[in-house]
């Protein structure tokens, strides 16, 4: 392998749409090959653009995803209140400019209706039963959430307690959670 260093891991990126809440949780995680750098980093941002609310998670480098958020509230300050029209301008760019071409990072984006998985190959995916997740552990966390979203359970619970079993599961995923809910 010509790459010097050692694979980044670490992350499970969770959004669960239910009744008029989205909850969007990410642990906190993050290891370089099999080591743990930091166990409580923060995933989940919330976003603000001309008094539009946004909350994100993001898996991959941080400062790419960083960078892909600022890209990201530029967009939604041109497009106030139109989260999907910013979601595909981001993924247009990031598709097609030079730069942006070399991020590596996924995000999830949700402005309390709408929830969006944004990815670098120019996709703008709005997942069925609306549960996203992504990272190392988003397929656990996806599973669990699957299995739990007809039950009683509120949104941010049904993220918890799926961010638990993927935990429990993914060597790359922790227990220190950041949870942002917003409604609409």
């Known amino acids: 392998m010509s790459n010097s260093f050692p694979d980044w891991h670490g992350t499970t990126i969770i959004g669960v749409r239910k009744g008029n809440e989205v909850a969007v ?57 139109q989260l999907q029209r910013a979601s595909v301008e981001l993924a247009k760019d990031w598709r097609t400019d030079k730069y942006l071409q070399k991020l590596e990072a996924m995000l999830i984006v949700t402005d309390g209706s709408e929830l969006y998985v944004i990815t670098g190959a120019g996709d703008v995916l709005e997942p069925e ?11 656990y966390a996806l599973a669990a959430a699957r299995a739990m979203i007809d039950s009683d359970k509120s949104a941010e619970d049904v993220a918890r307690r799926a961010m638990e079993i993927a935990a429990d599961i993914c060597v790359y995923t922790n227990g220190n959670l950041t949870v942002e809910r917003i409604k609409k």
């Open 25 to 81: 949780a990410g642990d906190g995680q993050v290891s370089l090959g099999q080591t743990v750098i930091k166990g409580t980093a923060r995933k989940v941002r919330r976003l603000s653009a001309g008094g539009y609310e946004v909350v994100a998670g993001f898996a991959g480098s941080t400062a790419d995803a960083f960078a892909l958020l600022e890209r990201l509230e530029v967009k939604l300050e041109a497009t106030p209140g």
């Open 129 to 139: 039963h609306g549960i996203a997740a992504i990272g190392s552990g988003g397929n």
